[in-house]
DNA sequence: CCCTAGATTGGACACATGTCCAGTCAGTTG
DNA sequence: CAACTGACTGGACATGTGTCCAATCTAGGG
C-alpha cells in the first residue's frame, strides 16, 4: 500500500486523522528509543499509539515508512543555520550539528539507514526528499557559486559516514570528529 | 545461527560440505540474477542448489549473509592493481575498476547494500572484512604514506556513492563517471 | 436527536524468516 | 561387507510482515 502522509499541509488528512497519525509516529518513536529498530513491529507500536494494527497500516506503508517519515521530521523540525568565518568551518558547523542531533537518536539513526533501502513508493518519496535537504543544507554553507562536484563529494562523504555510522563501526559523536577532518580534506584545494 | 564459512583454507569443511557449499553459493548467485534479491528467498535458493531448506541453513545464517558472501567473493575472486601516471589517476583506476563490476552484477551490488547493514555476527564479519579490503586498495593507490585522512575520505565517498548506487539513485556505470570527478576534487589540494 | 460518512476494528489470510529435531542416507573404515 | 559417523532431510514451529474485509463505532450536519 502506498499512504503519502507528510505533506506539509497535511495532505488530505482531516483531524481525526491527523491526530492518529501523530500519535502513531509519536508511539513509533518512544518505541524505538525503547527497544530498538530491530526489536520494533508495527503492531507493537499501534498498541503504544493505542489503536489497531489495522490503523496503524492504514497510515504506515510498512516498518521502513515509518522509520524514514520519523527521520524526515527529525531533520525537518530544525532549520540550522551555517556559521563560522570560512567555508570550511560553515560546512563543518553543518556537519557537526548533524552528527550532534544523531548522536543523540542513535536508534533513529541506524534504523533510518537500512530503511531508506527500502523499495516501497513511500520509502522512495522520502528518500528523495531527505536526500535533497541534506544536499541543500551542504550547498547553502558553500554558498551559491559552489562547484557541483565539491558539494556531491561532500553530501557523498557524509552518507558514506551515516553508513558506517548504521553498521555500527563508529560512534555518531566520533563520526562528527571525523568528519571534521575529512571536510578540510575535500576543502584544502577547493576553497 | 553463525555458520562461518568464507575462511581462506575452507575452515573445518570437508570436501563433501565444501562441495554443497558451493552449489549454495552457485545457485544463489543465479537466483539473484534471475529474480532479484528482494524476491530471493533461501529456501529457493536451496531449492536450486538441490539440497533441502534445512541444509541451506546449516551454511547459511541469513539471506543477508548470503549477500555479504558472494560479495566478499566478488571482491576477492580479482585482485586489481591500480594503473595510472599519478595518484589520482591511480585512484581512478581503482574506483573505475569497481564500479565496471559493480554494473556487470547490479543485483549483486544492490543486495549487499542492504545486506551489509544487518546484525548477524556472519555478517558483521564479513562486512568488516569487505571494508577492509575496499580501505587496502585505496591505500595501495594512494601509496603507503598516504594521509590517513585522505584515505578515510575517498572511502566514505566510495561507500557513500555504493549506497546511492543501492537505492538507485544512480546507475553504477553513472557512478564511475561520478567518482573520477570526485577523487579529482579530493584529491586537487592533497596530491 | 438522529443519521450517516468514513474512521476504526478484529481477525483471518498468505507468505517469509529462521529454528529445531528425529530420522534417513552415504561414504569411510575396519 | 557390515557398522558407524555425520551430512542431509522432512516437516513442524514460532514469529514477523503486509493485506483484506465485513462489522462497528463516532463526530458533525441536518
Known amino acids: 500500500m502506498s499512504s503519502q502522509l507528510s505533506a506539509s499541509p497535511r495532505q488530505g ?4 486523522q491527523a491526530e492518529t497519525v501523530e500519535r502513531l509516529l509519536a508511539a513509533g518513536h518512544e518505541e524505538l528509543g525503547a527497544v530498538g529498530h530491530e526489536a520494533l513491529t508495527v503492531r507493537t507500536v499501534a498498541h503504544r499509539a493505542g489503536v489497531s494494527p489495522a490503523t496503524a497500516y492504514t497510515y504506515l506503508a510498512s516498518k521502513n515508512h515509518l522509520f524514514a ?21 560553515r560546512l563543518q558547523s553543518v556537519t557537526r550539528h548533524l552528527t550532534r542531533r544523531l548522536a543523540e537518536e542513535p536508534e533513529l539513526a541506524a534504523a533510518v539507514t537500512s530503511a531508506l533501502l ?25 554558498g551559491a557559486d559552489a562547484d557541483p562536484v565539491v558539494v556531491e563529494t561532500v553530501a557523498l562523504a557524509f552518507s558514506g559516514a551515516l553508513l558506517q555510522g548504521g553498521m555500527g563501526l563508529m560512534t555518531y559523536t566520533e563520526m562528527g570528529e571525523r568528519l571534521d577532518a575529512v571536510v578540510a580534506v575535500i576543502m584544502r584545494g577547493n576553497a
Chains 1, 2 share one sequence.
Open 13 to 16: 488528512l482531516n483531524r481525526r
Open 69 to 89: 517519515e520519523l527521520f524526515w521530521r527529525f531533520l525537518a523540525e530544525d532549520a540550522h543555520e551555517p556559521t563560522g568565518a570560512d567555508v570550511i568551518e
Open 118 to 142: 527500502g523499495s516501497d513508493p513511500d520509502v522512495e518519496r522520502l528518500r528523495l526528499r531527505i536526500g535533497g535537504e541534506l544536499v541543500a543544507r551542504f550547498r547553502t554553507a558553500l
